[in-house]
Antibody, heavy 117, light 109 residues
Framework: QVQLVESGGGVVQPGRSLRLSCAAS????????MTWVRQAPGKGLEWVAL????????YYADSLKGRFTISRDNSKNTLYLQVNSLRAEDTALYYC??????????WGQGTLVTVSS | EIVVTQSPGTLSLSPGERATLSCRAS???????LAWYQQKPGQAPRLLIY???NRATGIPDRFSGSGSGTDFTLTISRLEPEDFAVYYC??????????FGQGTKVEIK
């Protein structure tokens, strides 16, 4: 079955950078677009970014463009999210999910990023 | 950018009752682009409904979706104890981009 396991979260000081990873298994990773969605504590879901199956096309939420970079390594079945210049408002649980046409049909359990001095 | 608004914010119901959740888009969108997710405390979201009315794999038939244009509805015909959760609608928009509603919490009355 599909398994997505995020890692790389932690407590980070404002202004620093972080790279999140999502290890995928149970499906042909290179056949699917992948996405990151985040959820601030006690808040709703916010779509962050999506990358096409071959990695050539990337898309970002307008409000987040510039500091976030999504990438993937299909040889390692791994998705990444690089976040630069972290701010307090980036504190959230970051989920990776598998794209299925116009929605996301499988989700990981998330990795928590806390931005605090 | 299409904005999706869910109502009500909280729905207080008893097990066995019918739940009706609303999702309204600021512009008309294809039914194919509307999905619903369920999220229980401490868990990741789970896809319930895609294409406005199609149940995802393994979703019980007490869950149903309907609607078109700007108005969409998720109905839970008879609430089971495990159905008390937060529900999000999500729309796909051009760019491409994805937008979630703010969620409706279904709580035990």
């Amino acid at each position: 079955q599909v398994q997505l396991v995020e890692s790389g979260g932690g407590v980070v000081q404002p202004g620093r950078s972080l790279r999140l990873s999502c290890a995928a298994s149970g499906f042909i990773f290179g056949d699917y677009g992948m996405t990151w969605v985040r959820q601030a504590p006690g808040k709703g879901l916010e779509w962050v970014a999506l990358i096409s199956s071959d990695g050539r096309n990337t898309y970002y939420a307008d409000s987040l463009k510039g500091r976030f970079t999504i990438s993937r390594d299909n040889s390692k079945n791994t998705l990444y999210l690089q976040v630069n210049s972290l701010r307090a408002e980036d504190t959230a649980l970051y989920y990776c999910a598998k794209r299925s046409l116009w929605n996301f049909d499988s989700w990981g359990q998330g990795t928590l990023v806390t931005v605090s001095s | 950018e299409i904005v999706v608004t869910q109502s009500p914010g909280t729905l207080s119901l008893s097990p066995g009752e019918r739940a009706t959740l609303s999702c309204r888009a600021s512009q008309s969108l294809s039914s194919s682009y509307l999905a619903w997710y369920q999220q229980k405390p401490g868990q990741a979201p789970r896809l319930l409904i895609y294409g406005a009315s199609n149940r995802a794999t393994g979703i019980p038939d007490r869950f149903s979706g309907s609607g078109s244009g700007t108005d969409f509805t998720l109905t839970i015909s008879r609430l089971e104890p495990e159905d008390f959760a937060v529900y999000y609608c999500q729309q796909y928009g051009r760019s491409p981009s994805w937008t979630f509603g703010q969620g409706t919490k279904v709580e035990i009355k």
